[in-house]
């Protein structure tokens, strides 16, 4: 696979807090890598450092990019428009202040790009806009460079619903056209329904890079099944041949789906209570608290 951004041992140390500790990332062309770590655990410093907004304090970072200006383009704070110019007024004065100079004709054709084409002739000002409008507005900005690699640091923070889902989907058919992501968000149900690839820190250490399909293998999944007693002895004697849990006095957790049915079936015939049946499957939010409990800090 052909690697985009590599890190090697990425350290940066504030006074006495370390907030990068020799982070060794790998991210490659075609990526959606989903940067997830809790507030303060280092996703906005690594960002930061390998835009060249802040100096590391130690190690180094390689782009495979070519070398020319906007190739990366980043999102890191909230954007700075004029609040009293529309969208395409916005993208014209950060178009001539960049030295791009291009016509309103492909300007317009970024906001088309990012789901804003009704602002193409539009008189409504930017701040009028909502917040999800601004964000698209602020890639807008970022593609002016046509950029093959984009950082957004919490792209979907304060979002409503349909905000979040257009910010989805533009990310998602950016990176179809060829467009590599590295994405810090804390709403990880979203993240996890765009990206290819995670980076799990925490503390400033990396704990673990792993592809969804790999996520998706380790994920633990079982059957639970909820008792409306407590386990008796019968029970426990009718359940022997079957490997199971018993996380309670009323709760069994089986990892094999068939094993639980015949259980539960079994179960039934004795007039042994039964609550409940469910299967269970550990989304990307148990995996990452499991992770760095096992992990930095532990």
Do not use: C, W
């Amino acid at each position: 696979m052909d690697i985009l951004l590599k890190t090697n041992n990425l350290s940066k140390k504030f006074k006495h807090k370390l907030a990068l500790n020799n982070v060794n990332m790998t991210i490659y062309r075609g990526d959606i890598y989903g940067f997830v770590g809790e507030n303060g655990a280092g996703k906005s410093t690594l960002i930061r450092a390998v835009t060249n907004i802040i100096r590391p304090s130690s190690g180094s970072y390689t782009l495979n990019l070519p070398q020319r200006l906007g190739v990366v383009g980043a999102i890191v704070e909230s954007p700075a428009f004029h609040p009293g110019l529309t969208a395409l007024q916005n993208l014209r004065y950060q178009s001539d202040l960049l030295g791009y100079k291009q016509s309103d004709e492909e300007l317009m054709v970024l906001l088309d790009k990012v789901g804003l084409e009704e602002q193409r002739n539009s008189k409504k000002v930017v701040r009028n806009f909502s917040l999800g409008m601004k964000q698209r507005l602020s890639i807008a900005v970022t593609l002016l460079s046509n950029p093959e690699f984009i950082l957004l640091d919490e792209p979907m923070n304060g979002l409503d619903p349909a905000g979040i889902k257009e910010m989805r989907d533009l990310i998602l058919n950016l990176n179809r056209a060829g467009t590599t992501f590295l994405i810090s968000s804390h709403i990880l149900t979203e993240l996890d329904k765009v990206a290819t690839r995670y980076g799990f820190i925490s503390h400033g250490e990396l704990v673990e890079e792993i592809s969804v399909r790999e996520l998706h293998q380790k994920a633990k999944s079982y059957t639970e099944i909820k008792l409306g007693t407590k386990l008796s002895k019968e029970a426990r004697a009718l359940l022997h041949e079957f490997t199971f849990k018993a996380v309670n006095e009323t709760t069994l957790h089986f990892v094999k789906l068939e094993e639980a049915q015949k259980a539960l079936k079994l179960l039934v015939a004795h007039d042994i209570s039964v609550a409940s049946f469910e299967e269970v499957h550990e989304t990307i939010e148990d995996y990452y608290l499991q992770k760095i409990n096992k992990g930095v800090g532990a």
